[in-house]
């Protein structure tokens, strides 16, 4: 199946590339737009990029996988990704890695059977005065987490999953 933009990602897509003189130089927000659509960045969606840009799949593919925020494979509605930074491990990252493969009972770029949680660990998200640092998606940082507020954000997550989808293939 051939990736297209939907109509309204289509518009975003022409705003974006009006701000750069030079196509290519759209290709980070881009991918993210991409993501946003697909949940992850497909490999048809590459072919896609590439031609759209003018540059080699190669290059997209490059960058997909310099960055820790863009995804390969489907991941759960919650992508929940923990600094694992010095700072960070040095405030606490380490323990709640911890507690969360236990609670949700996955490993490291796995998964939850129901589609709700996928974890990751991230490289520095710049928030070291803040540590630890959890990003859920690409929304903003849960900051100066504790195990109880933790706790308290996973189940908040999957209060407000209700009936909408999961995973996303």
Same mark, same amino acid.
């Given at each position: 199946?051939?990736?297209?933009?939907?109509? *309204?990602?289509?518009?975003? &897509?022409?705003?974006?590339? %009006?701000? =750069?003189? /030079?196509?290519?130089?759209?290709?980070?927000? !881009?991918? =993210? @737009?991409?993501?946003? /659509?697909?949940?992850?960045?497909?490999?048809?969606?590459?072919?896609?990029?590439? *031609?759209?840009?003018?540059?080699? +799949?190669? /290059?997209?593919?490059?960058?997909?996988?310099?960055? !820790?925020?863009?995804?390969?494979? +489907?991941?759960?509605? &919650?992508?929940? /990704?923990?600094? $694992? $930074?010095? %700072?960070?491990?040095?405030? #606490? %990252?380490?323990? @709640? @890695?911890?507690?969360?493969? %236990?609670?949700? #009972?996955?490993?490291?770029?796995?998964?939850?059977?129901?589609?709700?949680? !996928?974890?990751?660990?991230?490289?520095?998200? #710049?928030?070291?005065?803040?540590? +630890?640092?959890?990003?859920?998606?690409?929304?903003? =940082?849960?900051?100066?987490?504790?195990?109880?507020?933790?706790?308290?954000?996973?189940?908040?997550?999957?209060?407000?999953? #209700?009936?909408? +989808?999961?995973?996303?293939?």
């Amino acid at each position: 199946m051939a990736f297209e933009f939907t109509a *309204e990602n289509q518009t975003e &897509f022409e705003r974006i590339l %009006s701000r =750069y003189p /030079q196509k290519r130089a759209a290709l980070l927000p !881009t991918l =993210y @737009l991409v993501q946003k /659509q697909h949940g992850y960045v497909c490999k048809d969606a590459i072919g896609f990029i590439a *031609e759209k840009l003018g540059i080699e +799949p190669v /290059q997209v593919y490059a960058v997909i996988t310099f960055y !820790t925020m863009f995804n390969l494979k +489907p991941v759960g509605r &919650f992508h929940l /990704q923990l600094c $694992n $930074n010095i %700072s960070c491990m040095l405030l #606490g %990252s380490e323990k @709640l @890695l911890a507690h969360l493969r %236990s609670r949700l #009972g996955i490993g490291l770029k796995e998964t939850t059977p129901d589609g709700l949680f !996928t974890l990751s660990t991230v490289e520095c998200l #710049g928030s070291c005065g803040t540590a +630890p640092v959890l990003q859920i998606n690409c929304d903003p =940082y849960r900051e100066n987490l504790g195990i109880e507020e933790l706790d308290r954000l996973l189940d908040e997550l999957r209060a407000s999953a #209700g009936d909408a +989808p999961a995973a996303q293939e």
